[in-house]
């Protein structure tokens, strides 16, 4: 039998019954891995050995695992302070947290697991050390020195598990191949196998002397590693953005779009929020240092004015508090979209609009927060509005529940809430399918006629505001907002996440 000169090396080096890895066979043969990987899937084609494939775990420390490895355990640091300091009585938790020179999040972190290690007990703002408990013998310090020489098969799986879920180790999987001759393979090692000069590639040469004739070709091996390859691919967060259009869509809802960077008046003022109210400060929106907004549209602006100072209606209450146009003029980046919404109803985006109407937009929302877990300085909205001659809170409700349940989500709550421009007003619920949680999903409400009447509207108008990114968190089980949006997403998922929402 004649094989390229690959596969004899590899079916003289296989054995019968001895399985052998495929990179063991590369050391030994000093080939590449990837071209005996392909010599010996080609075996297997002609039955001559079979490749097993396995999987094998590798374990190495995070940045911060090999910190706690180097520094100590927080819990161990904190236990050692307490029992320096406690000389067999309850100490106080600021004292030794001082004392142990733990900061920030470590601390947190320090308390939490000195609890569950049984290396003390803290009760009402003390701490009381275990005088025998032995740091000394802490499993997970153990595991870490383990993991660090190389040793990470001695570490138990709950330690393992335990450390993962501390952050402290990355664990990862690769597939490992090994081949082992069939029968047939020991029959033709017997009989005898001899070099084929196998070509790969087909040149001029070849072709003139007329020698590709009798060369033997190397076959296409199409199951074959090849580099992964980067390609440009979709934001995961944007994929769930177009999902949720289609479904709006669905729905019968038409997209509305308009500038980020606003004037107040249709950010605040249209929406009956006042002058003087605290998310308008500084402390909450971004206000830009550019020329305020020309002329407010006539008819609009007169109505907003008298109904934030006498408010609209026949015994309307206003805000009676001052009202200026230089302030409904600053351009601000809008804090919300139902910027948006204040212009379509005011007519001035699609001109006037008979009911019934369904809108939406998914837009970013740009608000001074403090950046944790569940919130960022920029989120997108899924803003909404039906314009019908008689609405309620029931359509309010069906609107969400058939809304999220192409999402899978049909465990909705609604709590009772205040905007300045819906009456009555709900906040949206759901559950984190990972942690449990009952995490705020959106704002609602139906619109008041404070709002609706100066924008020329006489019907209802019932509206939202959904957050993007925390309705992706309960879709995809993310634990913080950071991992969906922004510059600190991994790399590897927006490379990898095949996106099924
Ligand atoms: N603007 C609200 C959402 C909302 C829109 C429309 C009606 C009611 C609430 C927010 O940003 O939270």
Redesign the pocket.
Known sequence: MKLPETQVAVVEAASATEVRTVESLADELDHKPASITRAAFELEDEGLLDVIESTDESVSLTDEGRTYLEDGLPEIRLYEAALEAADGDPVEMGEVIGASGLEGGAVDIALSNLARKGYGEIDSGEISPDPDADPDADEEVTALEAIESGDADLVAEDTLDQLERRGLIERSERTVRSVQLTDEGVTALMEGIEVAEAVDRLTSELLTSGEWRDVEFSEYNVAADAPDIDGGKHHPLRSMAERVKDVLVGMGFEEMQGPHADAEFWINDC?FMPQDHPARTHWDQFALDVPPMGALPDGVRERVEGAHREGVGEDGQGYHSPWGEEMARQIDLR????SL?ARYLSGIAEGDLEPPQRYFSIEK?YRNDEIDATHLLEFF?I???VMAEDLSVRDLMGTFTEFYEQFGITDLQFKPTY?P??EP?FELFGEHPVTGEVVEI????I?RPEMLEPLGVDCDV?????ALERLMMLVTGAEDIRDVHGTLVDLDYLRTEEVRY
């Open positions: 929406l804090g919300h979209t139902t919404s929302a909205q803003e909404g509005w905007n421009y819906t007003s959106g704002n609602s409400g619109f019932m509206a939202w505001g959904l």
